[in-house]
C-alpha cells in the first residue's frame, strides 16, 4: 500500500525537501499541495509538478491522502494539525510543534484520541554527533552529566541569508515581540 501524503503549507523552507522525500519512498506518494496563503499551492504545484488544492476541507477529505505533512507559518500549525487529526490523518510536523503548551497538549491529546501518528521534525536526533554523545552518557563513559549548553546551528539568517524574510516575522511564528 503507498501512503498518499498532502503537502500543507510551503511556508516553511523545506516544504519541498519534504514532497522529494515523499516522491522518494516507496511507500509514499507526494499527492497533493495546499496552503493558505493564495496562489501559494499553485505557484509550489507548478514548480514541483504536483496539483495544488485551495480548499484544506477538500484536501482532508481525500480519500488518496492518509497522512499530511505540515509546512505553514507556526501560528497555522494548531489549526491545521487539529484539522487533519480530526479528519484521520496521521501528521508529520516541521518545528516547532505548536507555539504553547496548552496546543501541543491538545495535539498529542487529538493524536491518542484518533490512533494517529503525531510527529515533529527534531532530525538531530538522529545525526550522528548527538547519537554518540547520548551513548558515551548513556554507558557512563563522561560521568555523572549533571548540565551540558550545545550550540548546533547553522548560517541561513547572516552573511547571504537563505532563510526567507518572513521567518523573521513575529505574527507567523508566534514568537513573543
Known sequence: MTIGVAQLGTWHV????????????????AAVVWDSRPG???SFGEQHGL??????????ARDDVQAVVVDTATTEHFPVISAALR????????KV???TTREVDALIALADEHALVLGVSLQRLIEAPVRTVKRLIDEGRLGRVT?????YAHHGAVGTPW??????????????P
Open 40 to 42: 501559494a499551492a499553485r
Open 147 to 151: 548540565g551540558s549548553r550545545i550550540r
Open 87 to 94: 479528519a484521520g490523518k496521521h501528521v508529520f510536523s516541521e
Open 51 to 60: 496539483p495544488s488544492q485551495e480548499d484544506l476541507t477538500a484536501v482532508l
Open 163 to 176: 532563510i526567507p524574510e518572513h521567518f523573521f516575522s513575529l505574527a507567523e511564528t508566534g514568537a513573543a
Open 97 to 99: 510543534l505548536a507555539p
Open 14 to 29: 523545506h516544504a519541498a525537501h519534504h514532497v522529494k522525500a515523499a516522491r522518494s519512498n516507496a511507500a509514499t506518494n
